[in-house]
């Protein structure tokens, strides 16, 4: 389609309204308002104190206008009000042109529980769901997710103090790339000999990493061993790196220890016991689905059977909040098998299940091989709706939230717990709340300042060649959070 913006209205907001319309069309932005001759045209913009948008396609040509509103002091919080004027315009015509409106309405963030919060600081709890059915066009069901959210991030939320931090620690390998993954992970196959380098250097770096805790007097509030997938390392690796992590932190006051083992293939009894060994409190082990056809197509080599197994191992070692993760609208999927997936899952009764829904990624198999219209048949709105009631209907309570560009069906991914299982890391990081520091290939470390919501980034090399070639500069990157700390050097206690 053609996008012609006009009175110095930015592209952000109305190109993303566009997107959620139509994700995997290319948006041309032209000059002209006349735009092309054929196909979808849409023209926006501020003449005078005026929002006006135009849609056409074929017999389809509607425009409307609005007066540009400086009133409404919680515009701020969403956007300028210009953008809100035009965004809303533009998506009262795509939803009129393909008869259909969108679950999150307007919103096209990736924390919309982030926002409801500010909302409800602002104006109350009330007239926060108000404003984000009325306004901003969120459906009865995604404004109650939210709120509900709310409630259980808020206690989360409260155990972060100023000087609070977190630590992420990336294995960026995989036994195979999933068709849906983005992410800067290798496959052993292939990078196998950069392992053991790269556990030795990753160890190097949280050592480094934990003496500038300890000389900020920064608080370690969660560790968090993601990927890629952790348990590709063998156990004398994990036990290295873990070994490595209680050296250099100190983890009396930790609340959370997490570690994925997201493939069950890579799961054996020694890995698992290494992880107990080092102080994990919470394991992650995801299926993503329990149709073994499915988990063929999307490349994942194991087996339900497998899952089962692995999780089981788990339960026997004494783990005692295990996690899992499941896809709704994977290649493959549909209403019925999402359906027994989700009740399969429950009955095993883990402490924690993330829904999350398919994002068609541009880096991914699944789009750079072709399907990039994929759709699962209509049926991913359902398939979340029907998890979202089955775990509550079970015990369970939406704990964080997050959405995602180009997700199917414009829906989102959520974490859900038994009381008392709340993954405090995944909170605290959604919500940017305090400091997270990243080590290891394609983390990020994200610094918060301890009196404001002022954020700085700093980024470790993206791939694990890359990280073992440059790890010396890479290192160095990281007094930038004792520069970023200084202002509040010694002020721990005050703050």
Known sequence: MQLHLFGGVSRYEPENIC???????PITLTDSPEGATEGLTASAGIDGGTATARV???AFDRTLCTAVTEKDPLLSLWGKPAEFAVSGLLYTLFCELFETAQPWGLLTGVRPVKLFRR????????????Y???TL??????????????????????LSTPMSCSLYLSVPFCPTRCAYCSFVSQTTERSQ????RYTELLCEEIAATGAIVRSLGLKTESVYIGGGTPTTLSASQLEAVMAATAKAFDLSAVREYTVEAGRPDTVTEDKLRAVAAGGATRLSINPQTLRDDVLETIGRRHTTAQFYEAFSLARRLGFDHINTDLIAGLPGDDREGFERTVDGILELSPESVTVH??????????????????DAGGDTPHMVSYAAARLSDSGYHPYYLYRQSRCVGNQENTGWSKDGHDGLYNVFMMDETHTVLGCGAGAVTKLKCPDSEHLERVFNFKFPYEYNDRFAEMLERKQQVVSFYEPYTGRGSTL
């Open 19 to 25: 997107r959620l319309f139509l994700p995997h069309e």
């Open 56 to 58: 056409r396609l074929g």
């Open 119 to 130: 909302l409800t600081q602002a104006v109350g709890e009330e007239e926060a769901a108000r």
């Open 132 to 134: 984000f059915r009325e």
């Open 137 to 158: 066009r969120c459906s009865a069901e995604k404004t109650a997710l939210a709120r509900r959210t709310l409630h259980a991030e808020d206690a989360v939320l409260s």
């Open 193 to 196: 000999h950069l392992i053991p």
């Open 357 to 374: 829904t398919l994002s068609m990624k541009r880096a991914s198999h699944l789009v750079i091989q072709g399907r990039e219209d994929y």
